[in-house]
């Protein structure tokens, strides 16, 4: 488990982050989101001290590592991989050795270092790829090939620094698949950063929201869509929902629909797994229309959010007091 | 005629050249720890002395390097057991290349792509071992260039090294052409000297081109 535990850092006058205190458990993928500026990358770089403390504790699996010396805290980071947005390969080893590069540093022999890279190579698809120059790779290629290089090592937790932001999105979605496979495969706990709210959507258990150095929302990430307290979080989920700006969507909708009643449902696991509405409709005799709906994966399970028009003469208050004992939030547009 | 020249050229080159990329190589890489913002934990006296040789560079790089032969006659003399001819113009030449060849060094190092850097560390690296394996590695085509670049500033350099009896194509062509106003052998000097960078230069690049798989 990793304990953040008000951690702050500064750089001059500039807060970086600021009294931030955060658990993350073993094997789950927790996300820190925030525009840039944040402070994201500082606090994800403070887990292994690439950026040391100005204040507070980073307590990973009962170890303070801000009180680590530079020996001990040099190995502790060979445990804890680490891949960054723009791959940081060495352009002068090839992908084989580049993958190899953890264990050339503790000095492993070549060939068992070899064969060990070639086995983690196979797990993320590089096989075929193990003697040419990352020059000749794709954007995607490297980052498995970073990947791999910080799988070698068998750390325990991997940090991703921002590893989708220069891919194109059906990468990302291959990359981003990877990640979830090796999490569940290795039991490896990721903390990634990112400013792609999608990102969060699709592959983590829970999330962080940043701004200012602060953390001003967390939880799980299903509660998090479904329920977002902060401005900020909500600008940020609405990137993702439909792909469209949800305001903007129900004014669409209520210039579209200006008589009647329009609501915005939106569903979790439970509810979405259920024909709620079917059965609310049914039971009140009251006939709905769906002007709207999108229905999206993610590692908790579905998440929902649907538009629907009811006529006027309809009495919506038994509506919204049904869906609502279902756990659909309800929202009258 | 000119095989004599040619030959002390030769050697006012690269035996200087030879001294100068090691003891360059450690002061420029001295320079680099004491600097650079990427690495970690620098000790007291590294940053002393990574200091000092900053300055010390900086001073011998200044001053003339006839300035810098006359200065050094004491120390060639010690050196040497003697003050003229060709052995005795490779301390100076050694001197005022070893400076810019550090200058170079610590350029080449501080153009690695600092994200490696900064993965090496994430991978548990030590300041050593990011000299030794990331450094040199990823800087190889920037150091056989400033290489290159040094060798040639010492063919030149040698033609003033003429001054106190070293010989070289230089002085050669300074002598038939100045003093003596036969410029076509002046030429002849001159054009073998052409050759000579020309050779230095073509083998450089193309070691560079060899090393470098960066591509595009």
């Known amino acids: ?333 | 005629m000119f095989f004599e020249p040619f030959i002390e050229t030769i050697y006012l080159t690269i035996v200087p050249l030879l001294f100068s990329c090691v003891f360059g190589f450690i002061i420029g890489t001295l320079i680099f720890i004491g600097t650079s913002s990427i690495l970690e934990r620098k000790s007291k006296p590294i940053t002393i002395i990574s200091k000092i040789c900053d300055g010390l560079v900086n001073i011998l790089r200044s001053i003339p390097y006839l300035i810098l032969i006359v200065w050094m006659l004491p120390i060639t003399n010690f050196l040497t057991g003697s003050v003229i001819g060709t052995k005795a113009a490779v301390p100076a030449l050694v001197v005022s290349a070893t400076p810019f060849f550090a200058r170079m060094v610590t350029i080449a190092f501080s153009e690695v792509d600092h994200g490696v850097i900064e993965a090496s560390k994430a991978m548990g690296a030590s300041t050593f071992d990011i000299i030794t394996k990331v450094l040199i590695p990823e800087s190889k085509p920037a150091l056989v260039s400033s290489i290159t670049v040094t060798a040639i500033n010492l063919v030149s350099y040698s033609a003033m090294a003429g001054a106190i009896g070293a010989g070289g194509l230089g002085f050669e062509a300074y002598q038939y052409g100045l003093a003596r106003r036969d410029e076509s052998l002046m030429f002849i000097a001159t054009i073998l000297i052409v050759i000579i960078v020309f050779a230095i230069q073509i083998i450089g690049d193309k070691t560079v081109k060899k090393l470098d798989k960066r591509g595009g």
Request: charged content about 30%.
């Open chain 1, 1 to 333: 488990m990793i304990k953040i535990e008000h951690v702050s850092k500064s750089y001059g006058d500039i807060k970086a982050v600021d009294d931030v205190s955060l658990k993350i458990d073993d094997g789950e993928i927790f996300g820190i989101v925030g525009y840039s500026g944040a402070g994201k990358s500082t606090l994800l770089r403070t887990i292994n001290q690439l950026e040391k403390v100005d204040e507070g504790v980073i307590d990973i699996d009962g170890v303070d590592i801000t009180k680590l010396d530079i020996k001990a805290l040099r190995e502790k980071r060979r445990k804890i991989g680490m891949i960054f947005q723009h791959f940081d390969l060495l352009w002068s080893k090839t992908v084989l050795d580049n993958i190899a590069f953890p264990l050339e540093l503790i000095k492993v022999d070549k060939e068992t270092r070899r064969e060990k890279a070639k086995e983690v190579a196979k797990r993320v698809g590089l096989e075929d790829k193990l003697d040419v120059y990352p020059s000749t790779l794709s954007g995607g290629q490297k980052q498995r090939v970073a990947i791999a290089r910080a799988l070698i090592s068998e750390p325990n937790i991997l940090l991703s620094d921002e590893a989708t932001s220069a891919l194109d999105p059906k990468t990302t979605d291959d990359i981003l698949e990877l990640l979830k496979k090796i999490n569940k495969e290795y039991q490896i706990t990721i903390v990634l950063i990112t400013h792609q709210m999608e990102v969060v959507q699709k592959i983590c258990h829970r999330l962080a929201v940043m701004a200012d150095g602060k953390v001003i929302e967390d939880g799980r990430v299903d509660d998090i869509f479904k329920d977002p307290k902060q401005d900020l979080t909500k600008k940020l989920i609405q990137t993702v929902d439909t792909g469209l700006d949800v305001e903007k969507m129900a004014i669409d909708l209520k210039a579209k629909y200006p008589e009647g009643h329009l609501l915005r449902l939106t569903f979790d696991q439970k509810s979405s797994g259920e024909p709620i509405l079917y059965e609310v409709g049914n039971k009140l005799h009251i006939p709905f229309n769906i002007v709207s709906a999108n229905i999206k994966n993610t590692q908790v399970g579905p998440l929902g959010v649907m538009y629907i028009h009811i006529e006027k003469r309809h009495d919506i208050a038994k509506i919204i007091e049904e869906l609502q004992k279902d756990e659909v939030k309800v929202e009258v547009i």
